[in-house]
């Protein structure tokens, strides 16, 4: 058995020789232009290519030789892909179509890629600018006409148009490692199809970066915003995502900050908007339905001046015991008895003594409290 490229080279330049006998032609130099300006035709491609859509030739000699994306890289999809190019031809057909003016006669184009980071973290858009040029300077037009993007060497798209000679293409992955984004340019009637390639890394980003905030006061019922300043060091780049805390824990409220994208040595920033009122947070669980609200940065009484509640007040206390003393003290008749009713007075009229100043230091606390925060 044979096959391979020993096989197909010989035969598809005999089929370029009887394209050069169809045009009396001495050559036609490099055809890869004016395959791919076929191919972007869908009829043409429909009638004079058979598409290859399964089987690849992806790294198969295991974890050994293969990198983890070379074991799932050039596989065959629909439309163009790495593994079977533009797939088999139909020649009758592909005769047929062929151009009377050959691909040497259109200007050469070039594609290239260029990333908003070329270390994007797991799973965050990474804004992949498609740019297709003449070549030459001394050409002035500017192409037109679609793209291919394959991830991988697997078809994400397969009709990106062009505007003004470029287009945006979003990469994500949530898978860490390199990936291969090629772009192939359809080509137009004046310039021919180009191919570029750009390799992203997701998640491989070794650099660092610090971050500051302003401070910030939020009081009961209202909201504030505090800004964070991320200063990218040692080439960091990616996209930043927050998990905001509180000690103790913000259980009347809530707040909101975005991903903050690091793209250069320049500092970004993101604004931390805090909320303290149950119409702007949407979940319950983060509003208590009873009990005092206690806010973040709100004008808390100092814990020295704090007292905690009495269900009777100091006075009220002093006098049902002293009553319940005297009460007691009727009962005893004996001239021991009439001894133990003086005693009890004293200690009752102690107790109503202590209560009055405990009642007066409460006072005095309470109307701490009630003092404006300087």
């Known amino acids: 058995m044979a096959g391979g490229t020993s096989f197909d080279a010989p035969i598809f330049s005999g089929m370029l020789a009887i394209v050069n006998q169809k045009l009396n032609s001495t050559g036609q130099g490099v055809v890869n232009s004016t395959l791919y300006t076929l191919a972007a035709d869908s009829t043409t491609y429909a009638s004079a290519f058979h598409d290859i859509t399964s089987g690849g030739n992806e790294c198969s000699a295991g974890a050994t030789y293969c990198s983890t994306a070379g074991e799932s890289e050039f596989l065959a999809t629909t439309g163009y892909d790495e593994a079977s190019g533009l797939g088999s031809v139909d020649f009758y057909n592909l005769l047929t179509a062929w151009p009377t003016t050959t691909s040497s006669s259109l200007d050469?184009?070039?594609?290239?890629?260029?990333?908003?980071?070329?270390?994007?973290?797991?799973?965050?858009?990474?804004?992949?600018?498609?740019?297709v040029?003449?070549?030459?300077?001394?050409?002035?037009?500017?192409?037109?006409?679609?793209?291919t993007v394959l991830l991988d060497g697997t078809t994400d798209t397969s009709s990106l148009a062009l505007s003004s000679g470029s287009a945006t293409y979003t990469f994500s992955s949530a898978t860490t490692g390199s990936h291969v984004i090629?772009?192939?340019?359809?080509?137009?009637?004046?310039?021919?199809?180009?191919?570029?390639?750009?390799?992203?890394?997701?998640?491989?980003?070794?650099?660092?970066?610090?971050?500051?905030?302003?401070?910030?006061?939020?009081?009961?019922?209202?909201?504030?915003?505090?800004?964070?300043?991320?200063t990218p060091t040692n080439g960091y780049t990616g996209t930043i995502g927050w998990t905001v805390s509180s000690s103790p824990s913000l259980s009347n409220g809530c707040y909101s900050v975005p991903d903050a994208t690091v793209s250069s040595t320049s500092a970004v920033t993101a604004v931390l908007s805090v909320y303290t009122s149950a119409s702007a947070c949407a979940s319950a669980s983060v509003r208590?339905?009873?009990?005092?609200?206690?806010?973040?940065?709100?004008?808390?009484?100092?814990?020295?001046?704090?007292?905690?509640?009495?269900?009777?007040?100091?006075?009220?206390?002093?006098?049902?015991?002293?009553?319940?003393?005297?009460?007691?003290?009727?009962?005893?008749?004996?001239?021991?008895g009439r001894r133990l009713d003086g005693a009890v007075f004293m200690v009752a009229v102690g107790l109503m003594l202590a209560g009055c100043v405990v009642h007066h230091r409460r006072r005095v606390l309470q109307a701490r409290r009630r003092e404006p925060t300087p």
């Open 108 to 131: 050469a184009s070039l594609t290239t890629l260029e990333a908003a980071t070329t270390s994007p973290a797991a799973g965050a858009g990474d804004a992949i600018t498609i740019s």
């Open 182 to 230: 090629t772009a192939t340019y359809s080509g137009d009637s004046t310039f021919a199809a180009s191919t570029g390639t750009l390799t992203v890394t997701v998640g491989a980003s070794t650099g660092t970066f610090t971050v500051a905030a302003t401070n910030l006061t939020v009081s009961e019922g209202n909201s504030g915003t505090s800004t964070i300043t991320i």
């Open 288 to 336: 208590r339905t009873s009990g005092k609200r206690r806010f973040f940065g709100a004008a808390a009484i100092s814990s020295g001046t704090q007292v905690p509640p009495f269900f009777l007040s100091a006075v009220q206390a002093s006098l049902i015991m002293a009553g319940l003393l005297f009460a007691g003290s009727f009962r005893c008749r004996s001239h021991a």
């Open 133 to 147: 040029a003449a070549s030459s300077s001394s050409v002035t037009t500017t192409p037109t006409g679609t793209l």
